[in-house]
């Protein structure tokens, strides 16, 4: 077991493309309650990493992202994305949300091309890459579908495309997966991992699904209930290069070992 626990920084090292430090945010909404959902955290993804990150629901997940994004303001800590302070968001990083929303009045192409149009590109070579990322995800023929006339499942994968197409150096995926049959998300995982490889890039990755974080990541970081600590960090060290790689001892080992970890945690989130 290689658990790094919580604590180890490595601030400012050329290896690091995401680096947490000292991280820590409370909800203080106008009406209702105050919630500390972060306490502390330190964390430093590396260049090009694939990093999964797991925890029970409520533990914070989606407020790191939020955080790392840029979508809330870091009151407590800081956090560096290649070397510079997060302060908003920015086109080098890219987040597909938990409640991901696409623009109900564009097509499916439309929305896919929205950023790119933004950030200059060319409207031909715009409509190139939305055609190509549109199949890499199974959408082709629906691109000139409306959001409205699309199952769930492939609303998300228009999502997860319109982030992809725009090919950030870091990106944040908060369960972009969660919606989709076991099939279409085993293929998910497949492209995915397949334009991780052909386009390196860092990627936290939130799943509540074990088997999915291990077949795609490289470390496993497992949270803690509510307020959200590192509890473990875990190396997931699979060969891929096996393609029966998930009935392999190691990896079904792998799972069990964080499956009891994210365990551990049941029933302890802070009221
Ligand atoms: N806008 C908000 N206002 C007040 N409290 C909030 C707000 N958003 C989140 N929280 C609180 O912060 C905590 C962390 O929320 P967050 O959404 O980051 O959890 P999560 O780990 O992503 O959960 P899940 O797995 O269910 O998506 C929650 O316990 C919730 O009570
Ligand atoms: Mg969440």
Request: no cysteine; hydrophobic share 30%.
């Given at each position: 077991m290689e658990h790094a626990g919580p604590g180890r920084v490595e601030t400012?090292?050329?290896?690091?493309q995401i680096v947490v430090s000292g991280v820590s945010h409370v909800y203080r909404p106008k009406h209702g309650r105050q919630v500390l959902?972060?306490?502390d955290i330190n964390l430093t993804v590396r260049r090009n990493e694939f990093v999964a990150l797991l925890g029970p629901s409520g533990c914070g997940k989606s407020t790191l992202l939020y955080l790392t994004g840029g979508?809330?303001?870091?009151?407590?800590g800081t956090i560096c994305v290649l070397g510079e302070t997060v302060r908003k968001p920015g086109p080098d990083r890219g987040i597909v949300f938990q409640h991901f929303a696409l623009f109900?009045?564009?097509?499916v192409r439309a929305n896919v091309m929205y950023g790119l149009e933004r950030k200059g590109v060319p409207r031909r070579e715009a409509e190139v890459r939305a055609a190509e990322i549109l199949v890499q995800v199974g959408?082709?023929?629906?691109?000139?579908?409306?959001?409205?006339?699309?199952s769930g499942g492939m609303r998300q994968r228009a999502a997860i495309a319109r982030t992809l197409v725009?090919?950030?150096?870091t990106l944040l995926m908060d369960e972009?997966?969660?919606?989709?049959?076991a099939q279409t998300r085993n293929l998910m995982q497949i492209e995915l991992l397949a334009l991780w490889r052909r386009s390196p890039k860092a990627v936290v990755f939130v799943t509540h699904d074990v088997h999915e974080a291990v077949y795609l990541a490289e470390r496993v970081v497992v949270m803690s209930a509510?307020?959200?600590?590192?509890?473990a960090i875990v190396?997931?060290?699979?060969?891929?290069?096996?393609?029966?790689?998930?009935?392999?001892r190691a990896f079904v080992e792998k799972v069990d070992e964080i499956w009891h970890l994210i365990h551990e945690e049941d029933g302890k989130a802070a009221p």
């Open positions: 400012g090292s050329e290896d690091a959902a972060l306490d979508f809330l303001p870091v009151e407590q109900p009045w564009k097509t959408l082709k023929g629906f691109e000139d579908s409306y959001p409205s006339q699309l725009l090919d950030p150096a972009p997966f969660g919606a989709l049959d509510r307020p959200g600590r590192i509890k190396e997931t060290g699979i060969d891929r290069s096996d393609p029966e790689f998930v009935k392999s």
